[in-house]
Nanobody, 121 residues
């Protein structure tokens, strides 16, 4: 019914930048909150940043001042601009969205497939 597709991951040197994108498609009536999570090897999935439909944002302490989450509601897309990247930012990054389905008006929590971000020199 609803799919999230992430893009923008890759290999970058410490101190570099990357911009992740996540586009939602399918039977969408509206999208409430959207967010980015990450899971490093051998660790639990953790919250990175969230953004409400109105644009309010929250960030994990570890990324405050370095990462910026934004969204384009017309495109059903959420972005994560990552600057001053560190080795400990290496992880698979997942986007998440709270979607109201157009055909049924039911609420779904949808996850993307993940995109790998590797920070290494």
């Amino acid at each position: 019914q609803v799919q999230l597709v992430e893009s923008g991951g890759g290999l970058v040197q410490p101190g570099g930048s990357l911009r992740l994108s996540c586009a939602a498609s399918g039977s969408i009536f509206s999208i409430n909150g959207m967010g980015w999570y990450r899971q490093a090897p051998g660790k639990e999935r953790e919250l990175v940043a969230t953004i409400s439909s109105g644009g309010s944002t929250t960030y994990a302490d570890s990324v405050k001042g370095r990462f910026t989450i934004s969204r384009d509601n017309a495109k059903n897309t959420v972005y994560l601009q990552m600057n001053s990247l560190k080795a400990e930012d290496t992880a698979v990054y997942y986007c998440n969205a709270a979607v109201r389905v157009r055909t049924t008006f039911s609420n779904l929590e949808v996850w993307g497939q993940g995109t790998l971000v590797t920070i290494s020199s």
